[in-house]
């Protein structure tokens, strides 16, 4: 459809410019809508960042939320020329004494030797076996020493053998050597020439390439140590130099036989300085979180500006959220009965304006008091204690929520019957049945005690009740809430930025409403005024008649 124009030649009146101007006044409802958008998007925004900070919070929190990735030690040798160690988890503090026999070595043998690379070894067959599996090694009439050394190689059945060639003068045109060095250490990887299978065996105008003309020049065999002291007169072998298996969470890196009554004393202790570090990390990520909500909900009174999320109830729900296991007791955890049950006892407090402080020196007494009560009131999952020497608490699964429970057992004659399970803050009529199974009482699977099991053990009859704790460390509570705020299905966070958008789309079907309307008006308005333009061409046409008809 062509676009009309309003020149407004033949009136000397500007209607383009009028036509502007009244689609502009008309554009207030557009304005507002888009004003509003505008507003949305920078919600949407707000939000998708705090979301970032939140998963920064979470993979911090996530680095303290078990007593395993807590519970880190460092480890020195005394002598490092002979042997070095690393440690991971499952390692205990203390020292160790080692005492090294021998290394682990591979398998070296190297042949006598030929006149050159280029040297025929002559159509045949070359047999070795090595970690079990004989290889089959066929030359032809036009193999080298070369060509053999690419074919053992190439091989692609080859089960862990390098070939090569060493280069000295023995004398005798024994210049070249064949060498077979097994990839692997330890005294089951020898490399075995097999004399019966090898038709290479210097007949026939073949080489001789049989045990014979081999010498091994170093043997497979195993690592031997002895550590602290065990076994007395015996040694503890293994195939590699790198020992991870006989003191836990511990590796053991040998470099070199010891002497004669020589030790290396290997030191394992905590590793404070890593955890510092990993509860700074946390600290930072924490009120990198509060400090963005507290920036995006302020009022600015110089500026008279209001942050874009203020007024917003998501950003009071998350800062609540990973507030509450900071400020609170930790689940489970009993004044008196554990060495720590508040954040602030190991020096984590937040101060009147939100924000987390970590006090290096309480947290040097704690540790200093209680290392292993410090760690669990970070890191505890699901461990356990009872006030009852008869009902004792066993274990709890993923799906237990921790707390703290009243337990309820029935015997006769020494026989666990029945039993039940509630709340420690629930009334009396909130006892559950719970399942027995031989001698042990186990949640109901559809309450908050599912799979918290707890022994019971009475030689009589009559009804004993205990109080079981099911602890939970309060970083484990501040991860699990953090997970529900970002969960990808009802997450709060992910809630209100789905809010956001469907705000955005609605808006956005408003606009292109208001925009069509505004298309249609600016057509009305050309054409309104192309037909002005007209009338008063057509009059201004037939004054003119009427006046040269009156002049005659």
């Keep these: 459809m062509p676009t009309i124009t309003l020149p407004g030649l033949q009136t000397g009146i500007d209607t383009q410019l009028i036509v502007q101007q009244l689609v502009a006044a008309s554009r207030g409802p557009l304005e507002q809508l888009q004003a509003r958008r505008s507003n949305w998007e920078s919600k949407q925004a707000a939000f998708a960042t705090l979301q970032t900070r939140l998963e920064s919070l979470r993979s911090a929190v996530d680095a303290i939320r078990t007593t395993s990735s807590l519970r880190a030690y460092t480890a020195a040798s005394n002598n490092t020329e002979r042997l070095t160690v690393a440690v991971g988890t499952g390692a205990s503090e203390g020292a160790h004494e080692i005492e090294i026999n021998q290394l682990a070595a591979a398998e070296r043998q190297v042949h006598a030797g030929l006149a050159g690379l280029d040297t025929l070894v002559g159509e045949g067959v070359l047999a070795y076996t090595y970690n079990g599996e004989t290889r089959i090694i066929q030359t032809t009439d036009e193999t080298t020493l070369e060509a053999l050394r690419d074919l053992i190689n190439n091989d692609g059945g080859n089960p862990g053998v390098t070939a090569s060639i060493l280069r000295y003068d023995a004398g005798g045109d024994q210049v070249y050597h064949l060498v077979l060095s097994g990839n692997d250490t330890g005294a089951d990887y020898a490399v075995t020439l097999e004399d019966a299978q090898t038709t290479l065996d210097g007949t026939g105008g073949t080489v001789d390439l049989r045990t014979s003309t081999f010498t091994e020049t170093q043997s497979a065999r195993d690592a031997q140590v002895r550590v602290d002291g065990y076994p007395s007169g015996a040694w503890i072998s293994r ?156 274990g709890a699964g993923s799906p237990t929520e921790p ?150």
């Design 239 to 394: 195939s590699t130099n790198s020992i991870s298996d006989i003191l836990p969470g511990v590796t053991l890196n040998l470099h070199a036989p010891t002497g004669d009554d020589e030790t290396v004393r290997i030191s394992l202790s905590r590793d404070t300085e890593g955890l510092k570090t990993k509860i700074s990390a946390f600290t930072s990520a924490y009120n990198s979180v509060v400090g963005y909500i507290r920036q995006k909900t302020a009022y600015d009174a110089a500026t008279n500006t209001a942050g874009v999320l203020m007024g917003e109830f998501t950003p009071n729900t998350v800062h609540r959220a990973i507030r509450l296991p900071l400020i609170e007791a930790a689940e489970g955890f009993l004044d008196g009965a554990d060495a720590f049950t508040l954040a602030g006892q190991v020096g984590l407090s937040i101060d009147r304006y939100g924000t987390l402080e970590f006090d290096e020196g309480t947290f040097n007494e704690a540790i200093g008091e209680n290392y292993l009560g410090l760690l669990g009131l970070f890191g505890a999952n699901r461990t356990g204690a009872s006030d009852s020497d008869i009902l004792r608490f066993y």
């Design 403 to 552: 707390g703290t429970y009243d337990v309820r057992a029935v015997f006769e004659s020494g026989v666990l019957v029945s039993a039940q399970i509630k709340g420690a803050d629930e009334g009396q009529d909130a006892w559950r049945d719970a399942t027995v199974q031989a001698g042990v009482i186990i949640g109901d699977a559809n309450h908050p005690e599912a799979f918290l099991q707890v022994t019971a053990s009475y030689a009589g009859t009559g009804t004993v009740e205990a109080e079981v704790r099911v602890r939970q460390g309060f970083a484990g509570r501040l991860y699990d809430a953090i997970d529900d705020l970002l969960d990808a299905t009802d997450g709060a966070v992910t809630l209100v930025k789905d809010r956001c958008q469907s705000a955005i789309d609605t808006i956005d079907d408003h606009i292109e409403r208001q925009q069509a309307r505004l298309t249609r008006l600016e057509a009305s308005l050309r054409d309104r005024f192309a037909r002005l333009e007209r009338t008063l061409t057509m009059i201004e046409a037939q004054r003119g008649a009427l006046a040269m008809w009156f002049s005659e």
